[in-house]
């Protein structure tokens, strides 16, 4: 399983959802992407029904190539982080169908719950599928 991160900056947020996965056990590997080269490249490697990617959105640039590669995510789980409450960020952000929209304007703890839930879920279809 995994949980593919985008991120341009480093945040203490990812620290803490670091935290949720040690916490959780398992067979899980983060990869934390930087840059789109490096998450154009991460997600080559996402599985169908096996990923969770959470995708921190800081400018309009980060939205449109959210939305250039969102095509590429079959039956992959998505959490979008915005940096702040802009109207049109949130529309566009929903149009993506993601398992949860939440941002800086919101309590930390929506995303870490959001993300652990999203984990016990992939996880719990694993074990099902495994025997």
């Known amino acids: ?54 995708f921190f959105v800081d400018k309009k640039t980060d939205m449109a190539f959210l939305e250039s590669v969102e095509m590429d995510f079959m039956d992959i789980k998505l959490v979008i982080y915005l940096g702040d409450k802009e109207t049109d960020l949130i529309v566009r952000a929903y149009k993506l169908y993601p398992r949860v929209v939440t941002g800086a304007f919101d309590k930390d703890d929506l995303l870490l719950a959001a993300v652990k839930g999203i984990l016990l879920n992939l996880m719990g279809a694993r074990r099902i599928m495994n025997g």
Request: proline share 0%; aromatic share 8%; charged share 30%.
């Open 1 to 54: 399983m995994k949980l593919l991160i985008y991120s341009r900056q480093d945040r203490g947020i990812i620290k803490s959802i670091e935290q949720v996965i040690t916490a959780l056990g398992g067979d899980i590997n983060m990869e934390h992407a930087r840059d789109q080269k490096e998450f154009k490249h991460a997600s080559k490697f996402c599985y169908t029904g096996e990923t969770l990617v959470v």
